[in-house]
């Protein structure tokens, strides 16, 4: 199959081949998403082939605006509304109850919840909009690797296998959205991002719990997602706590190096070796993808690592990112 790439002028012909029952992998502030008609059984699950995601894993699905939403929920609590009023679209993903039958169930993993993203991007928001209906759409990675932030990354991941992409260029966010549950009381963050627990709680006017994901493979887990490696380059990636680290780990040609501009500069490291996170945690957060496939590309290179940072909340998603991409290896 040939996959074609998309900008604006096109977007016609992306919408058609969603509706057609084609794959379509769209931008999004914080990540790409691989795109299919969520009310079609058929389309849903080739998404999981393409991915060679496990099909236990439930899909988000976006939509254009609340009003989308409202026909696949089976109720829309106050909580709910705020947090849509406040946050959409944005990198918010919120979980509610399914109305019962309105989705298949190779979308919603047979779970009695849903979660529905509503992206802030304009391409992305006609895109769907045209289309009428909502559409699934997990990150266009090939599963265990890193979510992509550009075209080209899902290009590379998945060229072949889906219909085309509609290029919108770098995503902003860089790390994917939050996800927030309000299928239960209090309301529990499940994956952490851009949005905080603390800004979360601020909007509802109560506490809200964050779940540090410490599933093991035999449990039924609440983001199914979490159980499974992730983010995951061929080589083996470290965490390096602490800045002053970087000076004293015994580096070679087989190592690649991640961290802020200052640290890198001073290391006596091959240039190529070196990806530049950028100047702060808002830099990293959008470059820490890219710098895992730029590695992931140079099959030379054995272990790579990669800065931590430890700001409170504001870092809980890039640090839950990078330990997992590291399976837990800190030095
Ligand atoms: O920023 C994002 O959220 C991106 C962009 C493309 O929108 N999407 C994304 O999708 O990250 P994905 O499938 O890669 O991650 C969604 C996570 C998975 O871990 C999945 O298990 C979990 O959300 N999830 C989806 N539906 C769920 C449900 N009903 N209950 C619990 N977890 C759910
Ligand atoms: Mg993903």
Redesign the pocket.
């Known amino acids: 199959m040939e996959t074609k790439i998309f900008k604006r002028e096109q977007l016609d012909e992306a919408v058609s081949l969603l509706r057609e029952g084609e794959l379509v992998a769209f931008p999004?502030e914080?990540?790409?998403?691989?795109g299919a008609l969520a009310t079609r059984d058929d389309s849903v699950k080739k998404v999981y082939a393409a991915k060679g995601r496990p099909s236990d894993?439930?899909?988000?699905v976006?939509v254009a605006d609340e009003a989308m939403m409202r026909p696949y929920a089976k109720e829309v609590p106050e909580r709910a509304e705020k947090l849509i009023k406040h946050f959409w679209p944005g990198?918010l993903?919120i979980?509610l109850l399914?109305k019962e039958g309105a989705l298949p169930e190779s979308a919603?993993?047979g779970?009695p919840?849903?979660?529905f993203?509503c992206?802030d991007d304009q391409l992305t928001h006609d895109l769907i909009a045209k289309l009428g209906y909502p559409i699934v759409?997990?990150?266009?990675n090939t599963s265990t690797k890193p979510?992509p932030t550009t075209a080209q990354h899902v290009y590379h991941d998945l060229k072949g296998k889906i219909a085309g992409i509609v290029d919108g260029g770098e995503t902003e966010v860089g790390l994917?959205?939050t996800?927030v549950?309000l299928s239960v009381n209090p309301a529990v963050v499940?994956?952490p991002?851009k949005i905080t627990p603390e800004e979360i709680s601020q909007v509802l006017g109560e506490e809200v719990l964050i779940n540090r994901g410490h599933v093991s493979d035999k449990d039924v887990p609440?983001?199914?997602?979490?159980k499974y490696r992730h983010y995951a380059p061929s080589a083996q990636v470290y965490v390096v706590d602490q800045a002053e680290t970087f000076a004293k780990l015994d580096l070679d040609v087989s190592c690649g190096v991640m961290a802020t501009s200052d640290l890198l500069e001073n290391l006596p490291v091959p240039e190529e070796n070196k990806f530049n996170l950028g100047k702060n945690l808002t830099e990293a957060d959008h470059n820490l993808f890219a710098g895992l496939r730029y590695f992931d590309d140079r099959p030379e290179i054995k272990s790579i690592y990669v800065e931590g940072f430890d700001q409170g909340e504001e870092s809980l998603a890039y640090m839950n990112r990078l330990n997992k991409a590291a399976g837990g290896h800190h030095v």
């Open positions: 999004t914080t990540v790409y998403g691989l894993n439930p899909l988000i976006t990198p993903t979980l399914a919603t993993g779970l919840t849903v979660a993203r992206p759409g997990p990150s266009a979510s994917e959205s996800i549950d499940l994956r991002g609440k983001a199914p997602g979490m």
